[in-house]
């Protein structure tokens, strides 16, 4: 068997590739946080708790009315994203002029709220949720064996993100988006809906971390708390890669789960702690992130 | 004066939540089922317990020399800060006697130091450690069902013997997963085996797929699961999922409940040997009670733990009605000295580190075409008489016990 | 956060606010024959711990979202020491808080040089490798705590283990701490920290050293959570996992907000209440974390100035009536 560092290289590409598809899950999740953040200055708190949300409405569609993991996969983050709308008409839009704080603070209020009533209703102990027929199985790459439905996730989630970046960076409703971060007022002059562009944003954003919540299902079993604890990592992911930056969270989703893998080969205990090294050293260094603008 | 009369409120709403309980407990005799009503362990603890202790009292007769027997019961949500805060209310200011059930260390502990403190009663089922009979043992706390010494006894010793001899840990990461390890690579070791490693996981957890790489390229034959519920059934399942069954490598539960069984079902279960305190379907005592059970529990059959319930508040009862007090220390020493004979332990004794010594059972896992109906799962192995399956008394840690 | 209001802090010399102080301070001598005393103990570690955090957020403006590290790492320092090295609990208390102190310092020095969210995300991180250590290290026993903690003699002589004792130990503390912090913010020092969170380039431009106050600011605040923390688990003869984990830091932030930031007693009855409605509903599910959220989303939407800052108005025109 070979080795690196003492390491046999089956156990560290099997490690790499793990968090390969965790990052794909940072991605996506920051992703969404990002965009909201851009545009609307808020830092979404809530977005674990519409993660675990999307995984729920997966899971009760289909067991509820036997809608299966396709369907749910286009109708879960349609469902979540129109809660998500009526929460940022409601309430969060009585919050842009404030201090970022108070957005934060609602959200995390939000979150307590959404995750209380799952929990509520169904407990922590979590529902298991099959993984489709299509994709079940594995392949056997030699140094390990991946189940299909797994990397299934780091090309839906790659799509996804790639997607979402050209529709923004390539696209006339991406320019005016970008715009309306820039200068809100000067766009709205311009006859644009700026308001609604907001609340799509929003939705947007939200839909995301739904798919994501979906994605997800099959693999953790669906959990009133899955989306407590990733929540941070998901911050601390945004901030490293600057807030408000498209780009730079995508990327630096993906590269935190490979280093967050990395960890898991040499010292698993620290992997859960190393985002964080990893973010205040980045704030010390280079406090508007690797991606973002300015100083 | 609105500051203060928010104050009042506030004091006004502590006191009204049952605070103003006198200090002393007679007139009754009160009894508290702490367990995990929401969590990982839920299923084998949870509203079972509940009912189980129910059960109990109403099989008493609900009354003890004409007093009334209560019951309240709350969730410690498996954390050890809440269970004692819980229980030093309730010894404190509810005037709870005993309280039972106890599933996860780390709560159980916590428990049995209040308990201690105030000269009150803790019966353990759920928790598996055995610090709770040595060095964290008190002469007013009891440790029913089983514990991690005659689990390793019973599954670790079998495997071993039929041909499993070098081994790698996924071990929860708390007092319980580094108990149960460190009893099963005690008679790994023993047995001539080698231990190849081990790798501890955060508890609760959901996802094992980065562990059960690292215990695939140990190249291990068995991996022990030093966990237990839904922990236990994530491990599994995953296993199954990344191929490492098809590989070669076995899985052993080492803390296997009969509602895991019954969530992972037969399929992916079969086979798999466990050790157990009680099977429902051992003979007619058994049957009957779990069938009263299941009644109420929308057909679940009672686990060890739920069945130890019964059996530990029904000891309790008698003793308490034996010694004519609620006073812990006294009841403490009759349910010592009186012998438990019940469904669920036949000849049962209460040794002076607080073990409840009874027979074990080890069991294997049914194939589905074995398998008559539902909760139909275990064929029994052997009967582990009770003084092999647990901790001989010159081995304990316990200061109570004379040497 | 910047809107906070002083009104209570300044108006020192009113008579209505004397006979309140008293009224409380009266309050707590006569609670414990009423009231569960270690729930009011609870209640007190909370305030002492949202009042030191309003140090920060109320005087300075900065959010911390770090804090339970300060809480709960000297909760294990304290319990350590009173359980394993059998030091008295005033030895104990003082290792704590010369712990949250140095490590109050540490982060401290590091996290001032960012602001707003930035400064939330730091702190937030520091917090988090606290945690670590806290699951990792072997003298906190990770998830099962320190247990068993002994109460001790205070100075040797007075035996904490009578809960009344410790009941009137830990009240002392809390109106100790609280008095130490009026003082604070009316002192010079408590001035220069407004005027930093009213206009910080002012502040600089007046040459102050706005580094040195924020520092000394935020350890104070670590050094008082600190404290509350300690003194928690020596109630509780516990220290555990809880109070390291970053919602600890959000409950906190929930206290002060809901009791009213910027104003000396807000924090308090902000936690107080917090404390009163866990306790309340504790053994209905998570109707605990549903309520806790609804007051957040009610407090930012509706008034932001929290509890006591919605009264403290109404409190000066009864004073001018009265």
Known sequence: MMTIFGIPTQALFGQLLLGLINGAFYAMLSLGLALIFGLLNIINFSHGALYMMGAFVAWLFLNLLGVGYWWSLLLAPIVVAAFGILIERTMLSRLYKLDHLYGLLLTFGLALIIEGAFRQLYGISGMPYAVPPELAGGWNLGFMYLPIYRGWVVVASLILCLGSWLLIEKTKLGAYLRAGTENATLVQAFGINVPMMVTLTYGFGVALAAIAGVLAAPIYSVNPLMGSNLIIVVFAVVVIGGMGSILGAIITGFMLGLVEGLTKVFYPEAASTVIFVVMSIVLMIKPAGLFGKGN | MIMKRLLLSAAALALSTGLAHAQFTDGKVKIGVLTDLSGTYSDLAGQGAIVAAQMAIEDFGGKINGQPIELISADHQNKADIASGIARKWYENEGVDAIAELVTTAAAVA????????????????????????????????????????????????????????????????????????????????????????????????????????????????????????????????????????????????????????????????????????????????????????????????????????????????????????????????????????????????????????????????????????????????????????????????????? | MTSANPAIAQSGGLTPQRILVFGLLALGLIAPFGVYPIFLMKGFCFALFAAAFNLLLGYVGLLSFGHAMFFGFSAYVTAHAAKEWGLTPEIAILLGVATATVLGAVTGWLAIRRSGIYFAMVTLAFSQMMYFVAVQAPFTHGEDGIQGVPRGHLLGLIDLNDTLTMYYFVFAVLVASLLFLHRIVNSPFGQVLKAIRDNEPRAISLGYEVDRYKLLAFTLSAALAGLAGSVKSLVFQLASLTDVHWHASGEVVLMTLLGGVGTVFGPSAGAFLVVAIQDYFSGIGSWVTIIQGAIFVVCVLLFRSGIVGVMAPMLKRRGIQA
């Open chain 2, 111 to 403: 428990v049995r130091e209040v308990a201690r403190e105030k000269g009150k009663i803790d019966l353990n089922s759920g928790a598996a450690s055995t610090p709770l009979t040595n060095d964290k043992c008190s002469p007013t706390g009891f440790h029913w069902t089983y514990d991690t010494y005659a689990m390793a006894v019973g599954t670790g010793d079998a495997v071993v013997k039929s041909g499993g001899k070098t081994w790698f840990f996924l071990t929860a990461d708390y007092a319980f997963g580094h108990n149960l390890q460190a009893q099963t690579e005690r008679v790994v070791l023993a047995n001539g085996g080698t231990v190849k490693g081990s790798v501890k996981h955060p508890f609760p957890n959901a996802d094992f797929s980065s562990f059960l790489l690292q215990a695939q390229a140990s190249g291990a034959q068995i991996i022990g699961l030093a966990n237990a519920g839904a922990d236990t059934i994530n491990a599994i399942k995953q296993a199954k999922e990344f191929g490492i069954v098809a590989g070669g490598q076995k899985l052993a539960g080492l803390l296997v409940f009969i509602t895991d069984v019954n969530s992972l079902g037969l399929d992916i279960a079969q086979g798999m040997v466990l050790t157990t305190g009680f099977y429902w379907d051992m003979d007619d005592g058994t049957r009957a009670f779990s069938k009263r059970f299941a009644e109420r529990m929308k057909g679940k059959m009672p686990s060890m733990v739920q069945a130890g319930v019964y059996s530990q508040v029904t000891h309790y009862l008698k003793a308490a009605a034996a010694a004519k007090t609620d006073e812990g220390i006294k009841v403490a020493d009759k349910m010592r000295e009186l012998p438990i004979q019940d469904f669920f332990a036949k000849n049962g004794k209460i040794r002076a580190d607080g073990r409840m010594v009874h027979d074990m059972y080890l069991a294997q896992v049914k194939a589905p075409s074995e398998s008559k109906g539902p909760w139909d799962y275990y064929k029994v192995l052997r009967t582990i008489p009770g003084d092999e399956a647990f901790q001989p008394l010159s081995m304990s840690t316990c200061p109570l016990v004379k040497k």
